[in-house]
């Protein structure tokens, strides 16, 4: 198996379907398959299929394919929604705080929503910031915010 579509198909199933917490243990399992690939190739191939690192409990991290992180992400991982804290505002800039590590998996599922008043997301370990439409009230944002995380809490 040469061919690069294949290979990102392959992948994209791979990440599907196991729990794969390293570039090491993905590239063993190409291997199995037959397919040869370095570190950086797999850096490039998870840019271009849009694959993230998240939390896991068991696992510590796994590899995720960042569309289906909206609404697999709330089955798969106990309690995602509480592992957002807070939310701050300063003028059209908001910081939602999360615990280390969720940052990244939660901006993903923010961004899928696709929120009119949220123009995107800047992910940390454990903040996001928010950049917000310019007409974007912050009653509005959190409002948004406390829909998809019911325990997010409003902090002055």
């Known amino acids: 198996m040469g061919n690069k579509t294949e290979r ?9 379907e196991e ?3 390293s570039q090491e243990d993905l590239i063993k399992r ?4 037959g ?8 850096s ?5 299929i849009n694959i993230s690192k998240m939390p896991h409990p068991e696992k510590g991290y796994i590899y995720v394919l960042s569309e289906k992180l909206g609404s697999e992400i709330v089955t798969n ?5 509480e592992a957002v804290i807070g939310i701050k505002f300063s003028h059209n800039i908001a910081v939602l705080a999360t615990k280390s590590g969720y940052a990244s998996a939660i901006s993903v599922i923010i961004d899928s929503h696709k929120i009119k008043d949220i123009i995107g997301t800047v992910a940390g370990d454990n903040n996001i ?4 439409h ?6 509005s944002v959190t409002h948004h915010m406390q829909q998809l995380f019911p325990t997010l809490k409003y902090a002055e």
């Open 8 to 16: 990102l198909n392959l992948i994209k199933r791979l990440v599907s």
């Open 19 to 21: 729990l794969i917490s």
């Open 30 to 33: 190409l291997v199995e398959h």
């Open 35 to 42: 397919v040869q690939a370095t570190q950086s190739t797999l």
């Open 44 to 48: 490039r191939d998870f840019k271009e």
């Open 77 to 81: 991982v106990a309690n995602i929604g």
């Open 129 to 132: 910031i928010l950049i917000l």
């Open 134 to 139: 310019e007409n974007a009230t912050h009653e």
